[in-house]
T-cell receptor, first 112, second 114 residues
Framework: GESVGLHLPTLSVQEGDNSIINCAYSNSASDYFIWYKQESGKGPQFIIDIRSNMDKRQGQRVTVLLNKTVKHLSLQIAATQPGDSAVYFCAEIPNQGGKLIFGQGTELSVKP | NAGVMQNPRHLVRRRGQEARLRCSPMKGHSHVYWYRQLPEEGLKFMVYLQKENIIDESGMPKERFSAEFPKEGPSILRIQQVVRGDSAAYFC????????????FGPGTRLTVL
């Protein structure tokens, strides 16, 4: 069935280092992908998105890469800060639209 | 520009009671989605609504759960005769134009069933 999963459940990095969070998806018909950040006790916060007609998109300190050949999505965070500590979810919208299909999440821990 | 509003933020119910969760979408958004997050898990889609219409309820349990998004007022997720397994965080999201838009989430309602 449809699924969006993450390779690493936890990631610990030193402040100032770059972080890479990976995600695999199985529905090749999906054409819209979003990364969300969720801090403890809060709702998911939109970080960055990418459509299937792109393979890279950059934001402020974040970059999303999409490899449709191997159905892989990654989130790169430059110069990771303590405030980046959270659980990161990738999510997929199938081409018929509507529901987001979420992965289980990767917990990012930033050491000062 | 207020974001998605949810209330209450925390709700405690005893088994068998009813739970009503409210969601006010962002201004100008007419598409509402409900998701459930069990402890230590990701978010699972429940239902997608537009004003006065249920578009996709494929994630809703068949019994005890219902949702509405009336012409006026917030969207309501209703859980009848709650059981302990209903304890979770329930999140609402909204989008402006259509079903392939970015969804923006509210802070969630944390339901605890005693």
């Amino acid at each position: 069935g449809e699924s969006v999963g993450l390779h690493l459940p936890t990631l610990s990095v030193q402040e100032g280092d770059n972080s890479i969070i990976n995600c695999a998806y199985s529905n090749s018909a999906s054409d819209y992908f979003i990364w969300y950040k969720q801090e403890s006790g809060k709702g998911p916060q939109f970080i960055i998105d990418i459509r299937s007609n792109m393979d890279k998109r950059q934001g402020q300190r974040v970059t999303v890469l999409l490899n449709k050949t191997v159905k892989h999505l990654s989130l790169q965070i430059a110069a990771t800060q303590p405030g980046d500590s959270a659980v990161y979810f990738c999510a997929e919208i199938p081409n018929q639209g509507g529901k987001l299909i979420f992965g289980q999440g990767t917990e990012l821990s930033v050491k000062p | 520009n207020a974001g998605v509003m949810q209330n209450p933020r925390h709700l405690v119910r005893r088994r068998g009671q009813e739970a009503r969760l409210r969601c006010s979408p962002m201004k100008g958004h007419s598409h509402v989605y409900w998701y459930r997050q069990l402890p230590e898990e990701g978010l699972k889609f429940m239902v997608y609504l537009q004003k006065e219409n249920i578009i996709d309820e494929s994630g809703m349990p068949k019994e005890r759960f219902s949702a509405e998004f009336p012409k006026e007022g917030p969207s309501i997720l209703r859980i009848q005769q709650v059981v302990r397994g209903d304890s979770a965080a329930y999140f609402c999201a909204s989008s402006p134009y259509g079903s392939t838009d970015t969804q923006y989430f509210g802070p969630g309602t944390r339901l605890t069933v005693l």
